[in-house]
């Protein structure tokens, strides 16, 4: 009788270690970091702030293409430039996908444009 209660006790245990660490791993797993999405001639926002090591997840929200490199739009004219510590950034979209930028590994500020789209530009500071 107190053999099956011992038993019993032991198994709840093992159950809860095995819950409690299952929902650890899920935790860990859930993808987490900036993100800035794109509509059809933009960033939908025009600059975001990260932490030294991040990388940026670009995601092309409609059927669109875009091409992002480092650089920016002064007025009607694409200044293609790497700033010091800019990781090199050269992604195409073909539109409805999302691709990884980075990771920007010094402090600063760094801009990335669309060649496609006059005025498509991103400042990414980096803290
Ligand atoms: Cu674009």
Do not use: R
């Not at 996908?97 to 920007?104: M, Q």
Request: glycine share 12%; aromatic share 6%.
């Amino acid at each position: 009788m107190y053999k099956k209660i011992l038993v019993g006790l032991v198994l709840l245990g093992i159950l809860t270690t095995t819950i409690a660490a299952c929902g650890i791993y899920d935790v860990s797993n859930v993808p987490t970091g900036p993100t800035v999405h794109m509509g059809g001639a933009n960033f939908l926002q025009t600059s975001i702030t990260i932490s030294k090591g991040q990388s940026i997840n670009l995601i092309d929200d409609v059927a669109v293409p875009h091409t992002v490199k480092n650089g920016t739009w002064n007025g009607g004219t694409m200044e293609l430039k790497a700033e010091a510590g800019a990781p090199s950034v050269n992604v195409n979209f073909s539109g409805n996908d999302s691709s990884s930028v980075g990771p920007f590994n010094t402090s600063g500020t760094f801009k990335l444009l669309c060649t496609i789209h006059q005025g498509m530009n991103l400042t990414v500071t980096v803290s």
